[in-house]
């Protein structure tokens, strides 16, 4: 697990994660040298990439063996040859999981470099090709059609356009360029599409970029579980207060057959827009989404006039999940955290006062800003 870097946070984060996790419960438990261990084991691990890509199956419009067996033909046709399992969960009915391959320590290093930002670079490991808009640098010469090998700028210092650069950069694969330099760093903007077809990448992993839309979700192992574990039925109302981009939101809506009522809300209105869109993509009608501020969300005063929309009045729900907004640093893979302390330590006051707000159930699911971390 040493291939890439461990995780690098700034000072003041890295002391305090240093002081929770070394603490006097951990240490009688473990001693210190076994405490150390693992918590540079956990640094290691989150710098990579997880065991299995994980795909919730949308079982509103077909059956998981149906969209297991289209999924193992879309795979072989992108491996070429390459047998990879497509697995069925031992328990949960609805997921399926593709192993990830790597990392491959023994690819060859082209001359020609391409830099990419750290975001992209992740993306990258989980399977997708580069795309223009997180081409950060090309070597001076590159062409449409050469070969290059990829490589992440995990600490973001290259410069847009630079024609070299020799600062922390972590080696992501070898791809096909689509487009030359010139063209990626036109005058006229940033271009859109596709910008590095990614061949051999480190850690071999599915491309799922238009792959069955309609009947797959690429979701994280532990978002699925939150939503079985809060057990919607058919024919409920649901509230979700946190609810972009709407992976959990369509999985509700699913496990309850299209059938009741599930309500999603998030206070940004491009998030709102794509849970509408994901809602589309996945054919399911039972979903309303409204941009509105959680923390507002529970109408203290009852009103004549009658709406479907936010606020709510107390025990207006059979169910509430609460996902709150988090400090992501669970997300896999992510080899430099960017955030400040002040940032990390903020977000504990807004959980809490979301979970204080929610407008009665008889069920609420808070989830964990750690739940990514098992993923």
Not at 33 to 42: D, G, I, V
Not at 145 to 169: H, M, P, Q, T, W
Not at 288 to 312: H, I, M, S
Request: glycine share 6%; with cysteine.
């Amino acid at each position: 697990m040493s291939f890439f870097p461990k995780i690098v946070f700034q000072h003041e984060v890295e002391e305090y994660l240093t002081k929770v996790f070394r603490n006097n419960e951990l240490i009688s438990a473990l001693g210190t040298q076994e405490a150390e261990k693992k918590y540079q084991s956990l640094l290691s691990h989150l710098s990579h990439p997880p065991a299995f890509t994980t795909v919730r199956v949308n079982t509103h419009l077909a059956s998981v063996q149906h969209v297991k067996k289209m999924l193992f033909e879309e795979i072989q046709k992108q491996f070429k040859g390459l047998c990879v399992p497509v697995l069925e969960h031992p328990k949960l009915q609805d997921i399926l999981l593709i192993p990830v391959i790597g990392p491959r320590p023994d690819l060859k290093k082209h001359a020609s470099e391409v830099i990419v930002g750290a975001q992209c670079g992740y993306a990258v490991l989980r399977g997708a090709h580069v795309y223009v808009p997180g081409i950060v640098s090309t070597s001076r010469f590159v062409k449409a059609g050469d070969l290059v090998s990829v490589y992440s700028d995990i600490e973001g210092k290259c410069k847009r356009g630079a024609k070299e650069f020799n600062g922390v950069k972590v080696f992501l694969g070898n791809g096909i360029s689509e487009l030359s330099r010139s063209e990626i760093f036109s005058s006229s903007g940033p271009l859109k599409g596709l910008g590095i077809r990614m061949i051999e990448p480190v850690y071999l992993s599915p491309s799922f970029d238009n792959v069955l839309p309609s009947h797959l979700f690429l979701q994280n192992l532990p978002s699925v579980v939150v939503s079985h574990v809060l057990n919607p039925q058919p024919g409920e109302k649901i509230l979700d207060m946190c609810a972009a981009p709407g992976g959990k939101t369509t999985h509700i809506a699913t496990l309850m057959h299209d059938q009741g009522e599930v309500i999603a809300m998030d206070k940004i209105a491009n998030k709102v827009k794509k849970i509408k869109q994901n809602a589309e993509f996945l054919q399911l009608n039972c979903i309303k989404a409204f941009c509105y501020d959680g923390t507002k969300a529970l109408l203290v005063e009852k009103t004549e006039d009658k709406q479907e929309g936010p606020p709510f009045l107390p025990e207006s729900f059979d169910r509430i999940l609460l996902d709150a907004p988090c400090s992501g640093m669970g997300q896999r893979p992510n080899m430099a955290y960017s955030s400040t302390l002040k940032e990390v330590t903020s977000y504990q006051p807004l959980q809490r006062k979301l979970f204080t707000v929610q407008p009665g159930s008889i069920r609420v699911l808070l989830t964990s800003q750690l739940q990514h971390i098992c993923c």
